[in-house]
C-alpha cells in the first residue's frame, strides 16, 4: 500500500470527516428501512383476493410491483396503504 501525505488544515480534515462519516450512517440507515419483497402468493393471502384480481390491480396502477427477472413482487406495507385507498368493490373477498 502507498502512503500518500496531503497537508490539510485542521477545520479541513474534520469537514472531511464529518461528511465521511454523515454517508456511512446514512447507508446504514438506508439498509435499515430495508423491506424484504413478498411473492404473489402471500400478497393475494395477505389481502384476500384471488390472482386476477391482484394482476389487475397491478396493471391499472392501482398497487406497485416490482419485477426481478421474470417474478412479480410486492412490499407488504405498499400492498396495505394501496388497499386502503382502494373503493370498496362488490365481490371482493374479507
Do not use: C, H
Not at 423491506?35 to 392501482?62: D, F
Amino acid at each position: 500500500m502507498k502512503t500518500i501525505i496531503i497537508p490539510l488544515e485542521i477545520t479541513e480534515f474534520r469537514s472531511l470527516l464529518k461528511e465521511a462519516i454523515r454517508e456511512e450512517i446514512k447507508q446504514i440507515l438506508d439498509l435499515q428501512q430495508y423491506e424484504p419483497l413478498i411473492k404473489t402468493q402471500e400478497a393475494m393471502k395477505l389481502l384476500g383476493v384471488s390472482k386476477v384480481t391482484l394482476l389487475n390491480w397491478r396493471n391499472s396502477g392501482l398497487i406497485p410491483s416490482y419485477k426481478v427477472n421474470s417474478r412479480v413482487y410486492f412490499k407488504k406495507s405498499e400492498l396495505l396503504a394501496a388497499v386502503g385507498k382502494l373503493p370498496n368493490r362488490k365481490g371482493r373477498r374479507k
